[in-house]
């Protein structure tokens, strides 16, 4: 039977628009070459992408061919549109990503994977007897040092989230030994030591009931956790010097807020402004505290008096709010060896030194020692 002439143009009209589609999914990569249509952020791939290939280069034509090859795979037009729906379906379908330092737990919460965290976490890593006593000399050097100067000394480790919210992690992450490398340091300086040595666990894992304390898409505690931090720094100072009291949440207005994904979702390949970070709890001084100057790397109070210095990482930001409240001026110093001279330059009346979990497990005290020694 011939078709009529009705189906006949139907399936013309039909074979003219897949044609079409075709055509320009085809050169819809070189439209954007040039005109840079595709507005999609880049995916943060923690390399450089390749570079146009010089005209002259050792290897001739054929070393010049396979790199243009390399340039087209990194600048090929929507490119960054489609390694982002690729990371989007992966997370959404699978639970994975594109980030190999990034283990996806239950309730979309991320964890920090790099610098061997399933390791430590699960007990297989265990500091020697070596390294802890090598933490315990560095520890009282610097305490007694301090001490000649008639400053007060803090030693404080601040958890990975996975130390606080085990209960997030997947179900195949399980324990070899219970105790991991910051027990066995507590323990042991508990046991050989008076260095004022602070465990946050007990106190961040209590803070749970009143708020989430960590962030679910990044690594770091937020806000609250900040404060708890601040508040546990202060109690162990209010028993060595007198007018020091912790304050009290009354004394903030908690706003609950919605904010894009931190640096896990980054990592992971996934368009940040799509993934929701749903712990991002803040609490605003209210008009009863006095107001901080915030600089850099420094709190200015004008309504106290004294000085603290805070050797930290990234972990000490969310401290700067609390802290301030307590001295007329807070230093913050990124470096997790002490600078005796920022410290003879600001005669601070407290020094506090803050480390984050991981970075602890590997940090070398010997290492930390020879650097302030060589100051």
């Known amino acids: 039977m ?47 992408l390749a570079r146009f290939p010089q005209s002259a280069v050792p290897g ?81 050097h610097r305490r007694d040092w301090l001490a000649r100067q008639h400053i007060k000394y803090i030693f404080v480790v601040a958890p990975d989230k996975q130390s606080v919210y085990s209960e997030q992690l997947p179900d195949w992450l399980t324990k070899v030994r219970p105790d991991t490398e910051l027990d066995q340091f507590l323990a042991y300086m508990r046991a050989h030591s008076t260095v004022e040595v602070l465990d946050l666990r007990p106190a961040l894992r209590e803070a749970r009931r009143i708020a989430p304390t960590y962030l679910k898409t990044d690594t770091h505690w937020n ?51 799509e993934i929701a970070e749903n712990n991002a709890i803040f609490f605003i001084p209210k008009s009863d505290l006095p107001p901080l100057k915030f600089d850099v790397d420094s709190t200015t109070n004008p309504g106290a008096q004294g000085t603290m210095i805070v050797f930290d990482d990234s972990f000490g930001g969310a401290m700067k709010p609390f802290l301030g409240c307590y001295f007329n001026k807070v230093v913050y110093s990124g470096q997790y060896e002490l600078n005796t001279g920022l410290i003879q330059r600001h005669m601070p009346s407290v020094v506090v030194s803050e480390i984050v979990e991981r970075h602890f497990n590997l940090q070398n005290p010997r290492e930390l020692m020879a650097k302030e020694n060589s100051e």
């Open 2 to 48: 011939n078709p009529t002439p009705a189906n006949s143009k139907a399936e013309s009209r039909t074979s003219l628009v897949l044609i079409t589609v075709f055509f320009t999914l085809l050169w819809l990569p070189t439209l954007d070459t040039f005109l840079h249509v595709d507005r999609t952020p880049a995916y943060n791939e923690n390399r450089l």
């Open 60 to 140: 001739g034509p054929k070393k010049y061919i396979a790199g243009l090859e390399i340039y087209f795979n990194d600048h090929f037009g929507f490119r960054n549109r489609l390694l982002h729906w690729h990371n989007r379906w992966k997370y959404a379908l699978f639970g994975s990503g594109s980030g190999s330092g990034v283990i996806i737990g239950k309730d979309d919460w991320l964890f920090y994977a790099d610098d061997q965290m399933v390791d430590h976490y699960r007990g297989v890593r265990q500091f020697t007897s070596q390294n802890l006593q090598d933490w315990a000399t560095l520890l009282e």
């Open 223 to 273: 806000n609250f956790g900040g404060f708890v931090a601040s508040q546990e720094i202060v109690k162990v100072l209010s028993k060595q010097l007198p007018g020091f009291e912790p304050l009290s949440l009354s004394s903030f207005e908690r706003q609950d807020r919605l904010m894009p994904g931190g640096d896990l979702a980054n990592l992971l390949g996934l368009d940040i402004s």
